[in-house]
T-cell receptor, first 112, second 110 residues
Framework: GAGVSQSPRYKVAKRGQDVALRCDPI?????LFWYQQALGQGPEFLTY????????KSGLPSDRFFAERPEGSVSTLKIQRTQQEDSAVYLC??????????FGQGTRLTVV | LAKTTQPISMDSYEGQEVNITCSHN???????ITWYQQFPSQGPRFIIQ???TKVTNEVASLFIPADRKSSTLSLPRVSLSDTAVYYC???????????FGKGTKLSVKP
């Protein structure tokens, strides 16, 4: 597809369960970003990749959160032992340069 | 990283021009100013980006004064479909991470 694709669109997890969220960026885009957006709030930065290198992970809220982009294309955000406070929309964005970033529609995670 | 401040909400009517101002007092020399629009249940969408003076595209204009400590997004003749949250970002060319604030919720009424 032409845009950033995220899957699944919706995920319900039981507290304590591990989840993996996938992001397919636009082909050729070097930069990839992950954000967490709570209801009524702006997107909160989680982590940033340039190709396969994770250059900034300062926004990851705890060591339960882990992101990877092993081949510089598809990225996975993994959350271990999910907690209720992890419930949010997780957004992925990609860009070719530091100009326009293209966002996916997000994955809505609900932890019950 | 430069912090941005913008109004929490604004109301307007169809056909009016809307101006949303963002303050970024600590903007750095290599920072650009970028605005995004977000509709419910969608990811943010790029609107416009500028460095100084004025930038115009098919959907908006961006006015940046000489000191670059603020910027104003101008939406001409808004319609109901422009109801959304608008975010102002200040981003360095090589920093990578895009930092969003709380945004301005624009409500356009008929």
């Amino acid at each position: 597809g032409a845009g950033v694709s995220q899957s699944p669109r919706y995920k319900v997890a039981k507290r304590g369960q591990d989840v993996a969220l996938r992001c397919d960026p636009i082909s050729g885009h070097v930069s990839l970003f992950w954000y967490q957006q709570a209801l009524g709030q702006g997107p909160e930065f989680l982590t940033y990749f340039q190709n396969e290198a994770q250059l900034d992970k300062s926004g990851l809220p705890s060591d339960r959160f882990f992101a990877e982009r092993p081949e510089g294309s598809v990225s996975t955000l993994k959350i271990q032992r999910t907690q209720q406070e992890d419930s949010a929309v997780y957004l992925c964005a990609s860009s070719f340069s530091n100009t326009e970033a293209f966002f996916g529609q997000g994955t809505r995670l609900t932890v019950v | 990283l430069a912090k941005t401040t913008q109004p929490i909400s604004m109301d307007s009517y169809e056909g009016q021009e809307v101006n949303i101002t963002c303050s970024h007092n600590n903007i750095a020399t290599n920072d650009y100013i970028t605005w995004y629009q977000q509709f419910p249940s969608q990811g943010p969408r790029f609107i416009i980006q500028g460095y100084k003076t004025k930038v115009t595209n098919e959907v908006a204009s961006l006015f940046i004064p000489a000191d670059r400590k603020s910027s104003t997004l101008s939406l001409p003749r808004v319609s109901l479909s422009d109801t959304a949250v608008y975010y102002c970002l200040v981003e360095g060319g090589s920093q990578g991470n895009l930092i969003f604030g709380k945004g301005t919720k624009l409500s356009v009424k008929p």
